[in-house]
């Protein structure tokens, strides 16, 4: 899943020895607005029609997004085994997507037999070989559970494109409203060690529309219970820490956006981990809701 908006643009105080940024350009904005307008309606219609259409639309994103994590991870000298962590990655969408949870276990288990021993044959140091071990999972299961969940989600009978739509209302919701009261009312900075275009006023902004959009999307569809309101509250929370979370990883490893060089997959947006770094933060509270009222089955 996608998101449209990331960052709040409050005004910062800048190092003496950092360079002024040059404003975005028109182009560069039309661009975004193009992507935009073409992939809106193209998520929007993959949502509706379900079925195989929505898992490859998931994967892609999966294979996208791990990719990603695994270039910033080498940019960092933190190595990886990138085959085998894109296909533990397809293999437990598809284990959601079948409903078949030997799937992902199986492929969780064999992975990491798999990368520690093809490691250990290589450098024969346990400690290397376990360090490239929980690099090359740690980045694609982070990517792929989230996808898988909102895959399990999509098939909930017979409201699950109603719960897809308000993951996707609470996203948007708390990102563009962030940017927005961000813009209009930012001072006081939320988080500046890990993002510093961040602020309070702007987080407030998005906490606020960010449970009230699902709450009406539920309540025009005639399904809203009150035992959804703490699901609703806390998810906001949740992207706004995924938004930083993600801030935070890409200052570790010293990149500016989440993208692979010469592969533009989003013109004008960054790479797709930047589009999902919230979603990837409430997908699994709405998952985990789902379970506890008994609408998913346990995933073991």
Same mark, same amino acid.
């Given at each position: 899943m996608t998101t449209t908006v990331n960052q709040d643009t409050s005004e910062q105080e800048k190092p003496e020895n950092e360079a002024p940024k040059k404003p975005r350009s028109i182009s560069n904005l039309i661009l975004r607005l193009m992507t935009g307008l073409i992939g809106l309606p193209l998520i929007v219609f993959l949502i509706f029609w379900g079925g195989w259409l929505y898992t490859i639309m998931a994967s892609l994103l999966a294979i996208l997004g791990t990719a990603e994590f695994y270039f910033m991870e080498r940019t960092k000298g933190r190595q990886n085994n990138a085959i085998i962590g894109i296909a533990a990655a397809i293999a437990v969408l598809l284990s959601f997507h079948w409903r078949e949870p030997r799937l992902w276990q199986a492929a969780v288990v064999i992975s990491v037999i798999l990368t520690f021993t093809l490691e250990f044959v290589r450098s024969g140091q346990g400690q290397h070989s376990f360090i490239r071990t929980v690099t090359t999972l740690g980045g694609s299961l982070y990517i792929a559970f989230?996808? @898988? #969940? %909102?895959? @399990?989600?999509?098939? %909930?009978?017979? #409201?699950?494109?109603?719960? %897809?739509?308000?993951?996707?209302?609470? $996203?948007?919701? $708390?990102?563009? #409203?962030?940017?927005? #009261?961000g813009s209009m009312f930012g001072k006081t900075k939320l988080a500046p060690k890990l993002s510093p275009k961040k602020t309070v006023e702007g987080a407030i902004g998005g906490v606020i529309f960010g449970v009230l959009l699902p709450i009406l999307l539920m309540l025009r569809i005639d399904n809203f219970a009150w035992t959804m309101l703490p699901l609703f509250i806390i998810s906001p929370f949740a992207g706004i820490a995924g938004d930083l979370f993600e801030s935070g990883v890409k200052r570790y490893f010293g990149i500016k956006d989440s993208h692979i060089p010469g592969f533009d997959v989003i013109p004008g947006h960054g790479g797709v981990l930047d589009r999902m770094d919230s979603v990837l933060w409430i997908i699994p509270l709405f998952y985990a809701y789902l379970l506890i009222i008994g609408k998913l089955p346990l995933p073991f």
């Open positions: 989230p996808l @898988a #969940f %909102v895959i @399990a989600i999509r098939q %909930v009978e017979p #409201f699950g494109i109603h719960w %897809v739509a308000a993951i996707l209302f609470c $996203t948007w919701g $708390t990102d563009t #409203f962030s940017y927005m #009261f």
